[in-house]
T-cell receptor, first 115, second 110 residues
Framework: ETGVTQTPRHLVMGMTNKKSLKCEQHLGHNAMYWYKQSAKKPLELMFVYNFKEQTENNSVPSRFSPECPNSSHLFLHLHTLQPEDSALYLC??????????????FGAGSRLTVL | QKEVEQDPGPLSVPEGAIVSLNCTYSNSAFQYFMWYRQYSRKGPELLMYTYSSGNKEDGRFTAQVDKSSKYISLFIRDSQPSDSATYLCATEENTDKLIFGTGTRLQVFP
């Protein structure tokens, strides 16, 4: 497999459930990202990991918990979510910090619905 | 004021039309300007990017940056139904942190 792969593609969960989103990149990139995409809003950066160290947490509520065990894998653990957390969650990777434009490669996203 | 402003559309044009998609930005320190295309049920993919002011052409697509007016444009010539997608502009300050617009939904009908 190539590129950035996200699973599951669709997830429906209740407010008391615990679930996880998974992302895997096969591009040899050093940085991985979680973005939230909601209708008619810009992409919201949530977390950044560079060489599996978290370099940015964009004031994300603690009910979202990221995990990056290595440079190729990224998880987003979800717990006690709210209906307003329903959105498309996009994972991306890049060769960050090498100068030039930071070109992101995105996965297809995980569509989350919180009931 | 948002850092990057983009009209969400939708923009509907006939096949063969010239399409103009635009963004404005507020921070004069931005140096890289990008356009991503996002098809339905897919993630965004990079279409093209430019550094500083000027034009860049790639086939039917031309990206244009006017730093004096803080204006970013993407032109699509001879538009095709396969160009129907959401187009997101993005910019960065050479800090690796991208700022995205809301995206403009484009529909090209046969």
């Amino acid at each position: 497999e190539t590129g950035v792969t996200q699973t599951p593609r669709h997830l429906v969960m209740g407010m008391t459930n615990k679930k996880s989103l998974k992302c895997e990149q096969h591009l040899g990139h050093n940085a991985m990202y979680w973005y939230k995409q909601s209708a008619k809003k810009p992409l919201e950066l949530m977390f950044v990991y560079n060489f599996k160290e978290q370099t940015e947490n964009n004031s994300v509520p603690s009910r979202f918990s990221p995990e990056c065990p290595n440079s190729s894998h990224l998880f987003l653990h979800l717990h006690t979510l709210q209906p307003e957390d329903s959105a498309l969650y996009l994972c991306a990777s890049s060769r960050e910090g090498y100068g030039g434009a930071n070109v992101l490669t995105f996965g297809a996203g995980s569509r989350l619905t919180v009931l | 004021q948002k850092e990057v402003e983009q009209d969400p559309g939708p923009l509907s044009v006939p096949e063969g039309a010239i399409v103009s998609l635009n963004c404005t930005y507020s921070n004069s320190a931005f140096q890289y300007f990008m356009w991503y295309r996002q098809y339905s049920r897919k993630g965004p993919e990079l279409l093209m990017y430019t550094y500083s002011s000027g034009n860049k052409e790639d086939g039917r697509f031309t990206a244009q940056v006017d730093k004096s007016s803080k204006y970013i444009s993407l032109f699509i010539r001879d538009s095709q139904p396969s160009d129907s997608a959401t187009y997101l502009c993005a910019t960065e300050e050479n800090t690796d942190k991208l700022i995205f617009g809301t995206g403009t939904r484009l529909q090209v009908f046969p």
